[in-house]
């Protein structure tokens, strides 16, 4: 079984972007783009206090209402978007996919993602994966082959 925690959620977005590069050219600095992608594959869970980023962000469970709810939906990936659309269009769109991969891997767990919220409040999951620590081993030694092939 899978298990996703923050770090996780970077390396599938990075891992990811490697493979998309290889066909697509994006013409940007590399750093600011991982950061972009970090940022992206981990903001969703700034409504989670022990999340990576909910650490740094501690109210942040309270101003948005508990974890997986309003920022593990399609409305918030648009809006955490914005900003980073009036800095760079292309940083956005990458920001925006790496947003869209976190809530498809949170879509693999138990728990699910409410991706139509707040009209709607159904949990869409696939129920093959939960959320914990171990398998990050895995996705650490994938990084590193995609980041040495490339």
Do not use: Q
């Not at 590399?30 to 903001?43: E, V, W």
């Not at 989670?48 to 909910?54: D, M, V």
């Amino acid at each position: 079984m899978i298990i996703f925690k923050g770090i996780t959620h970077i390396l599938i977005s990075i891992a990811l972007y490697a493979a998309i590069t290889e066909k697509i050219s994006i013409n940007r600095p590399i750093l600011p783009l991982i950061l972009i992608i970090a940022l992206g594959s981990i903001i969703a869970d700034i409504d989670h206090p022990k999340s990576l980023i909910g650490r740094f962000f501690i109210i942040g469970g309270l101003i948005f209402g508990g974890h997986r709810g309003v920022t593990h939906s399609l409305i918030a990936a648009g809006l955490f978007s914005i900003p980073v659309a009036l800095y760079d269009p292309l940083y956005a769109i990458v920001f925006f996919i790496s947003y869209l991969i976190h809530l498809v891997a949170d879509t693999t767990t138990i728990t699910g993602v409410k991706w139509l919220y707040p009209f709607n409040s159904k949990s869409y999951s696939l129920k093959l994966a939960r959320t914990g620590a171990e398998e990050l081993f895995v996705f650490g030694i994938c990084l590193l082959y995609l980041w040495n092939k490339y």
